[in-house]
Protein backbone atom coordinates (compact mmCIF):
# COMPACT_ATOMS: atom_id res chain seq x y z
CA UNK A 1 0.00 0.00 0.00
CA UNK A 2 1.13 3.65 -1.23
CA UNK A 3 0.16 6.92 1.21
CA UNK A 4 -0.03 9.32 -1.27
CA UNK A 5 1.38 13.04 -0.42
CA UNK A 6 -0.99 15.29 0.93
CA UNK A 7 -1.63 19.12 0.72
CA UNK A 8 -0.39 19.18 4.42
CA UNK A 9 -1.00 23.11 4.66
CA UNK A 10 -4.94 22.52 4.34
CA UNK A 11 -5.23 20.80 7.34
CA UNK A 12 -3.11 22.80 9.38
CA UNK A 13 -3.58 26.11 11.91
CA UNK A 14 -1.50 28.92 10.28
CA UNK A 15 -1.78 31.25 13.12
CA UNK A 16 -0.09 29.03 15.58
CA UNK A 17 3.76 29.55 15.79
CA UNK A 18 5.86 28.17 12.99
CA UNK A 19 7.65 26.66 12.76
CA UNK A 20 6.80 23.89 15.05
CA UNK A 21 7.64 24.42 18.98
CA UNK A 22 9.57 20.94 19.30
CA UNK A 23 13.19 20.82 19.66
CA UNK A 24 15.38 20.68 16.26
CA UNK A 25 15.30 17.13 15.66
CA UNK A 26 12.06 16.10 17.38
CA UNK A 27 10.19 13.54 16.01
CA UNK A 28 6.94 14.37 16.66
CA UNK A 29 6.77 16.68 13.36
CA UNK A 30 7.17 13.63 11.52
CA UNK A 31 4.23 11.68 13.38
CA UNK A 32 2.45 14.70 12.73
CA UNK A 33 2.68 14.80 8.95
CA UNK A 34 1.86 11.40 8.82
CA UNK A 35 -1.91 11.35 10.53
CA UNK A 36 -2.11 13.91 7.95
CA UNK A 37 -1.49 12.17 5.60
CA UNK A 38 -3.44 9.23 6.97
CA UNK A 39 -6.28 11.16 7.04
CA UNK A 40 -6.07 12.67 3.89
CA UNK A 41 -5.86 9.43 2.11
CA UNK A 42 -8.81 8.08 3.73
CA UNK A 43 -10.62 10.68 2.67
CA UNK A 44 -12.06 11.55 6.35
CA UNK A 45 -13.59 15.08 6.66
CA UNK A 46 -11.62 17.50 8.68
CA UNK A 47 -15.46 18.25 10.41
CA UNK A 48 -15.55 14.58 10.83
CA UNK A 49 -12.35 13.65 12.48
CA UNK A 50 -11.30 14.73 16.45
CA UNK A 51 -8.37 14.52 17.26
CA UNK A 52 -7.62 14.38 21.29
CA UNK A 53 -4.47 14.94 23.42
CA UNK A 54 -2.79 15.10 26.55
CA UNK A 55 -0.08 16.70 28.38
CA UNK A 56 3.41 17.09 27.00
CA UNK A 57 5.24 17.26 23.43
CA UNK A 58 2.74 14.99 21.65
CA UNK A 59 0.06 17.21 23.63
CA UNK A 60 0.96 19.98 21.10
CA UNK A 61 -0.38 18.02 17.79
CA UNK A 62 -3.64 19.03 18.42
CA UNK A 63 -3.15 22.93 18.32
CA UNK A 64 -1.31 22.62 15.53
CA UNK A 65 -4.34 20.44 13.53
CA UNK A 66 -7.18 22.28 11.76
CA UNK A 67 -9.94 19.68 12.99
CA UNK A 68 -11.93 19.17 15.97
CA UNK A 69 -9.57 19.27 18.77
CA UNK A 70 -9.09 18.80 22.58
CA UNK A 71 -6.04 19.55 24.55
CA UNK A 72 -6.98 17.72 27.92
CA UNK A 73 -5.40 17.34 31.11
CA UNK A 74 -2.11 15.06 31.96
CA UNK A 75 -3.00 11.58 31.29
CA UNK A 76 -6.92 12.14 30.48
CA UNK A 77 -6.68 12.39 26.59
CA UNK A 78 -8.04 8.61 26.77
CA UNK A 79 -11.44 9.29 29.04
CA UNK A 80 -12.18 12.80 27.59
CA UNK A 81 -11.86 10.59 24.09
CA UNK A 82 -13.76 8.19 25.34
CA UNK A 83 -16.26 10.67 25.97
CA UNK A 84 -16.75 12.22 22.50
CA UNK A 85 -16.45 8.97 20.82
CA UNK A 86 -19.57 7.96 22.61
CA UNK A 87 -21.58 10.93 22.43
CA UNK A 88 -20.60 11.52 18.41
CA UNK A 89 -20.16 7.74 17.37
CA UNK A 90 -19.98 9.00 13.50
CA UNK A 91 -16.17 11.03 14.55
CA UNK A 92 -12.98 9.48 13.20
CA UNK A 93 -11.24 9.98 16.82
CA UNK A 94 -7.49 10.22 16.98
CA UNK A 95 -5.71 10.57 20.41
CA UNK A 96 -2.45 11.46 20.64
CA UNK A 97 -0.53 10.95 23.54
CA UNK A 98 3.35 10.85 25.32
CA UNK A 99 4.44 7.24 26.69
CA UNK A 100 4.46 8.71 30.13
CA UNK A 101 0.73 10.49 29.17
CA UNK A 102 -0.41 7.45 27.96
CA UNK A 103 1.15 4.68 30.51
CA UNK A 104 1.84 6.64 33.49
CA UNK A 105 -0.68 8.72 35.05
CA UNK A 106 -3.01 7.69 32.21
CA UNK A 107 -2.72 4.25 32.39
CA UNK A 108 -5.41 2.36 33.63
CA UNK A 109 -7.51 4.83 31.17
CA UNK A 110 -5.22 2.85 28.33
CA UNK A 111 -6.26 -0.41 29.51
CA UNK A 112 -9.44 0.04 30.17
CA UNK A 113 -9.95 1.56 26.80
CA UNK A 114 -8.47 -1.43 25.19
CA UNK A 115 -10.41 -3.65 27.54
CA UNK A 116 -13.71 -2.02 26.13
CA UNK A 117 -12.67 -1.83 22.50
CA UNK A 118 -13.98 1.37 21.92
CA UNK A 119 -13.27 2.85 18.29
CA UNK A 120 -10.47 5.20 18.95
CA UNK A 121 -6.70 5.00 17.45
CA UNK A 122 -4.35 5.84 19.97
CA UNK A 123 -0.90 7.22 18.70
CA UNK A 124 1.68 6.65 21.47
CA UNK A 125 4.71 8.87 20.65
CA UNK A 126 7.50 7.11 22.58
CA UNK A 127 10.83 8.68 23.37
CA UNK A 128 11.40 6.65 26.36
CA UNK A 129 11.15 10.06 28.96
CA UNK A 130 9.33 13.16 29.86
CA UNK A 131 10.39 15.55 27.32
CA UNK A 132 8.40 18.65 28.50
CA UNK A 133 9.11 18.83 32.12
CA UNK A 134 12.42 17.93 33.05
CA UNK A 135 13.45 14.51 31.40
CA UNK A 136 12.05 12.30 34.47
CA UNK A 137 12.04 8.39 33.54
CA UNK A 138 8.80 7.32 31.95
CA UNK A 139 7.52 3.61 32.36
CA UNK A 140 9.10 3.00 28.88
CA UNK A 141 12.94 4.61 29.60
CA UNK A 142 15.51 1.47 28.92
CA UNK A 143 16.91 -0.30 32.39
CA UNK A 144 19.90 1.59 32.98
CA UNK A 145 19.30 5.03 30.73
CA UNK A 146 20.06 8.19 32.41
CA UNK A 147 17.22 10.91 33.06
CA UNK A 148 17.09 13.12 35.70
CA UNK A 149 15.15 11.44 38.40
CA UNK A 150 17.51 8.80 37.51
CA UNK A 151 21.07 10.49 37.48
CA UNK A 152 23.20 7.02 38.09
CA UNK A 153 21.13 4.85 35.67
CA UNK A 154 16.75 3.62 35.65
CA UNK A 155 16.69 0.24 37.27
CA UNK A 156 13.03 -0.08 36.75
CA UNK A 157 11.83 -2.50 33.51
CA UNK A 158 10.14 -0.59 30.64
CA UNK A 159 6.57 -1.62 28.98
CA UNK A 160 6.08 -3.34 26.11
CA UNK A 161 3.73 -1.00 24.69
CA UNK A 162 2.10 -3.44 21.88
CA UNK A 163 1.95 -6.36 24.37
CA UNK A 164 0.17 -4.28 27.12
CA UNK A 165 -2.11 -3.13 24.56
CA UNK A 166 -2.80 -6.52 22.93
CA UNK A 167 -3.02 -7.99 26.48
CA UNK A 168 -5.70 -5.40 27.64
CA UNK A 169 -7.63 -6.26 24.64
CA UNK A 170 -6.86 -3.98 21.38
CA UNK A 171 -8.36 -4.76 18.55
CA UNK A 172 -5.19 -3.67 16.59
CA UNK A 173 -1.56 -2.87 17.33
CA UNK A 174 1.48 -1.70 15.47
CA UNK A 175 4.68 -0.16 16.18
CA UNK A 176 6.77 2.08 13.72
CA UNK A 177 9.14 4.69 14.11
CA UNK A 178 10.18 8.13 12.67
CA UNK A 179 13.31 6.59 10.53
CA UNK A 180 10.79 4.37 8.59
CA UNK A 181 8.26 6.73 7.45
CA UNK A 182 6.88 5.12 4.58
CA UNK A 183 6.05 2.31 6.56
CA UNK A 184 4.78 4.51 9.45
CA UNK A 185 2.25 5.95 6.92
CA UNK A 186 0.67 2.58 5.71
CA UNK A 187 0.20 1.77 9.33
CA UNK A 188 -1.12 5.16 10.22
CA UNK A 189 -3.65 4.20 7.05
CA UNK A 190 -4.46 0.52 8.62
CA UNK A 191 -4.55 1.78 12.61
CA UNK A 192 -6.99 4.33 11.23
CA UNK A 193 -9.31 2.03 9.34
CA UNK A 194 -9.61 -0.29 12.09
CA UNK A 195 -12.74 -0.94 13.69
CA UNK A 196 -12.64 -0.92 17.32
CA UNK A 197 -9.40 0.69 19.86
CA UNK A 198 -5.88 0.63 17.63
CA UNK A 199 -3.27 1.03 19.00
CA UNK A 200 0.46 2.15 17.15
CA UNK A 201 3.80 3.21 18.89
CA UNK A 202 5.60 5.22 17.66
CA UNK A 203 9.57 5.30 18.40
CA UNK A 204 10.69 8.76 17.95
CA UNK A 205 14.04 10.76 18.56
CA UNK A 206 14.53 12.96 21.85
CA UNK A 207 17.96 14.50 21.05
CA UNK A 208 17.55 17.47 23.70
CA UNK A 209 16.78 15.59 26.67
CA UNK A 210 16.82 11.59 26.25
CA UNK A 211 19.74 11.66 23.91
CA UNK A 212 21.65 14.24 25.73
CA UNK A 213 21.31 12.52 28.87
CA UNK A 214 22.84 9.11 27.52
CA UNK A 215 25.47 10.74 25.34
CA UNK A 216 23.43 9.24 21.93
CA UNK A 217 25.20 12.00 19.50
CA UNK A 218 22.88 14.27 16.71
CA UNK A 219 19.30 13.69 15.67
CA UNK A 220 20.85 12.05 12.78
CA UNK A 221 22.68 9.54 15.18
CA UNK A 222 19.25 8.91 16.84
CA UNK A 223 17.92 8.08 13.76
CA UNK A 224 20.22 5.55 12.19
CA UNK A 225 20.04 3.99 15.65
CA UNK A 226 16.35 3.51 15.12
CA UNK A 227 17.42 1.94 11.85
CA UNK A 228 20.03 -0.28 13.25
CA UNK A 229 18.16 -1.90 15.80
CA UNK A 230 14.38 -2.03 14.85
CA UNK A 231 13.43 -4.71 12.45
CA UNK A 232 10.16 -5.49 10.51
CA UNK A 233 8.02 -8.21 11.27
CA UNK A 234 8.74 -9.60 7.89
CA UNK A 235 12.40 -9.54 8.19
CA UNK A 236 12.50 -10.43 11.93
CA UNK A 237 11.28 -13.82 11.10
CA UNK A 238 14.11 -14.20 8.08
CA UNK A 239 16.54 -13.65 11.03
CA UNK A 240 18.26 -15.86 13.73
CA UNK A 241 18.10 -15.51 17.69
CA UNK A 242 21.52 -14.18 17.73
CA UNK A 243 20.86 -11.74 14.69
CA UNK A 244 17.17 -10.34 16.54
CA UNK A 245 19.12 -9.85 19.76
CA UNK A 246 18.90 -6.63 21.07
CA UNK A 247 16.43 -5.67 17.83
CA UNK A 248 12.88 -4.70 18.16
CA UNK A 249 10.31 -5.33 15.75
CA UNK A 250 8.17 -3.17 13.50
CA UNK A 251 4.76 -3.71 12.20
CA UNK A 252 1.50 -5.19 13.03
CA UNK A 253 1.24 -6.82 16.02
CA UNK A 254 -1.87 -8.18 16.44
CA UNK A 255 -4.92 -7.49 14.45
CA UNK A 256 -8.08 -8.99 16.01
CA UNK A 257 -12.13 -8.35 14.92
CA UNK A 258 -14.13 -8.39 17.94
CA UNK A 259 -17.40 -6.37 18.99
CA UNK A 260 -16.91 -2.27 19.25
CA UNK A 261 -18.04 -0.55 22.58
CA UNK A 262 -20.48 1.86 20.76
CA UNK A 263 -22.17 -0.47 18.24
CA UNK A 264 -22.61 -2.93 21.87
CA UNK A 265 -23.69 0.01 23.50
CA UNK A 266 -26.27 1.13 20.82
CA UNK A 267 -27.87 -2.21 21.26
CA UNK A 268 -28.08 -2.21 25.08
CA UNK A 269 -29.95 1.17 24.66
CA UNK A 270 -32.47 -0.25 22.16
CA UNK A 271 -32.68 -3.44 24.26
CA UNK A 272 -33.77 -0.70 27.02
CA UNK A 273 -36.49 0.89 25.31
CA UNK A 274 -37.96 -2.18 23.96
CA UNK A 275 -38.13 -3.76 27.64
Same mark, same amino acid.
Given at each position: ???????????????????????????????????????????????????????????????????? !?? $? +?????? &??????? #?????? @??????????????????????????????????????????????????????????????????????????????????????? !?? $? +?????? &??????? #?????? @????????????????????????????????????????????????????????????????????????????
Amino acid at each position: MTVKNADVYQYLRHEKKFPLIWCSGCGNGIILGSMIRAIDSLGIAKDKTAIVSGIGCSGRVSTYMDFN !TL $H +TTHGRA &LAFATGL #KLARPE @LTVMVAMGDGDALAIGGNHFIHAARRNIDLTAIIFNNSIYGMTGGQISPTTPRGSIASTARMGNIESPFDIAKLGEAAGAAFVARGS !TY $H +TDELDE &LMVLALR #KKGFSV @LEVVTPCPTIFGRYNRLGSAVNMLKQQRDSLVSMHDAGNMSAEELQGKVSLGILADYDKPEFCEEYEKLIERAHKA
